[in-house]
């Protein structure tokens, strides 16, 4: 018997990964109402409905390895529940998400709020595609795919994370080919930074500083013609995972370790 054209076989993993595309949309769409309502809790319960609800007509057995909520006290899709449909056969799949990074943005009707998942599924003979981490802090440079190039090309070194910032700095400026009081630092506007933003301002590097939206600020440096050319800084775990998936796509590198603060 003559085997059928290929385009006649539905292709499962392009229809998933749309799967997953359009349940980022739901969530976007569905939390925009309430924008600039000051209720960062209900635009986040409005995200998370979107979500379940998009979930629910999808064909997998989807694990939620890494969620939100328990450190924020918010409505959020915890981890451990289950995604997707769960019928027999149906592919297997972990994944970490965020319904809303940067809550207070969204209820001050503010940018650079984000939807995002990350999600794979087990190898054979693999337990876990995607591993939890703790819902703790980690410090976390980024950077995008210029200065992976530079390493690469020259074979000088580039950025360590356990490195004296000073030395972070000079290492994104050569890569760049910049002077260091050229390049632009992003990084949330935050206590514990208070040392490091004294020694950035001590090189003479540029800063810009946010007060919410950790996934965001932390793909920026991977965007073309973002303006910035290095996040730096401590914030959460789980969106150190979510940003590290997107920056990765986009070419970029992220390095943490985590941050316990006793």
Not at 2 to 16: A, G, H, M, S, V
Not at 92 to 111: R, Y
Not at 154 to 181: D, F, Y
């Amino acid at each position: 018997m003559p085997r059928l054209p290929k385009q006649n076989y539905p292709d499962i993993e392009r229809i998933i990964e749309f799967d997953f595309v359009r349940a980022t949309e739901a969530a976007a769409l569905n939390s925009l109402p309430w924008l600039g309502r000051g209720e960062k809790e209900k635009a986040d319960a409005a995200a998370c409905d979107a979500i379940r609800g998009m979930f629910d007509l999808m064909n997998i057995c989807g694990e939620v390895v890494i969620g939100e909520g328990i450190k924020d006290d918010a409505p959020g899709i915890f981890k451990g529940e289950q995604l997707g449909t769960w019928v027999p056969g149906t592919p297997p799949f972990d994944i970490a998400l965020d319904p809303i990074d940067g809550t207070t943005n969204i209820s001050k009707g503010m940018p650079n709020s984000i939807r995002g998942d990350a999600a794979a599924g087990p190898e054979e003979g693999v337990k876990a595609a995607v591993r939890g981490v703790p819902p703790v802090y980690m410090m976390k440079p980024a950077y995008g795919p210029s200065v992976i190039r530079h390493r690469k090309t020259t074979g000088l070194s580039t950025i360590k994370i356990e490195s004296p910032i000073e030395e972070t700095l000079h290492a994104v400026a050569q890569a760049l080919n910049k002077r260091v009081q050229d390049v632009v630092v992003l990084m949330l506007d935050r206590p514990r930074h208070k040392e490091i933003v004294a020694e950035i301002r001590r090189v003479g590097a540029s800063l810009r500083m946010i007060s919410d939206g950790d996934i965001a600020a932390a793909i920026a440096p991977v965007i073309a013609g973002s303006g910035v050319d290095l996040y730096f800084g401590i914030g959460g775990s789980p969106e150190a995972v979510l940003a590290a998936a997107g920056i990765k796509c986009l070419g970029g590198d992220m390095q943490c370790v985590m941050w316990p603060r006793e």
